[in-house]
């Protein structure tokens, strides 16, 4: 079955320390987009890639980063620098602009 | 910054009765799509509707678009327990997309 898989579900850090995000798909999806929920609210979007080797900043960019190195995987990396860490990432594919978004499971990361 | 606003932000509703959740947005659109959340869960797409379409129906589902007034409402007919959820609405602002707060929707059984 096709779909997005993110890992790990749970993710416990301390202050200070980077931490990675997984996030896989076999959609063969061009796009891949990253999100930050906060308990009781919307999506904020991290960062978006539309193709290979090409990424964009979205609205929460700043302590992130990300590398689309293949077709298939969009890791996202927490810095130290984000002060604000802890939080439900998801990450979400789809074909092409304006299509549906497929969304993983989720990732919550507790930084203490 | 949220593109899309719901209206209510939570809604509490008896099974079998029906659930209508709002949706406002800025810019112009291609098309406007609405997503259920159940807690701790990925999204997952329910149902798109073009911006030249005024109604579109999927199962208990009935999602109506008024461009002019820049607004788009979900009905869901005869709620069941399983349907207690968060609902967001979505459209895409160039070639992102763009989510809304969230009706929080909870049927009791």
């Known amino acids: 079955d096709g779909g997005i898989t993110q890992s790990p579900k749970y993710l416990f850090r301390k202050e200070g320390q980077n931490v990675t995000l997984s996030c896989e798909q076999n959609?063969?999806?061009?796009?891949m987009y990253w999100y930050r929920q906060d308990p009781g609210q919307g999506l904020r979007l991290i960062y978006y890639?539309?193709?290979?080797?090409?990424?964009q900043k979205g609205d929460i960019a700043e302590g992130y980063s990300v590398s689309r190195e293949k077709k298939e995987s969009f890791p996202l990396t927490v810095t130290s620098a984000q002060k604000n860490p802890t939080a439900f990432y998801l990450c979400?594919?789809?074909?092409?602009?304006?299509?549906?978004?497929?969304f993983g499971n989720g990732t919550r990361l507790t930084v203490t | 910054s949220q593109q899309g606003e719901e209206d209510p932000q939570a809604l509490s509703i008896q099974e079998g009765e029906n659930a209508t959740m709002n949706c406002s947005y800025k810019?112009?659109?291609?098309?406007l799509q609405w997503y259920r959340q159940n807690s701790g869960r990925g999204l997952v797409h329910l149902i798109l509707?073009?911006?030249?379409?005024r109604e579109k129906h999927s199962g208990r589902l009935r999602v109506t678009l008024d461009t002019s007034k820049k607004s788009s409402s979900l009905l869901i007919t005869a709620s069941r327990a399983a349907d207690t959820a968060s609902y967001f609405c979505?459209?895409?602002?160039?070639?992102?997309?763009?989510f809304g707060a969230g009706t929080r929707l909870t049927v009791k059984p």
């Open positions: 979400a594919s789809s074909i092409s602009t304006n299509s549906p978004l497929h």
């Open positions: 959609l063969n999806h061009d796009a």
């Open positions: 890639s539309q193709i290979v080797n090409d990424f």
């Open positions: 810019t112009s659109i291609n098309n």
């Open positions: 509707i073009r911006s030249n379409e």
């Open positions: 979505a459209h895409y602002n160039n070639n992102d997309m763009r």
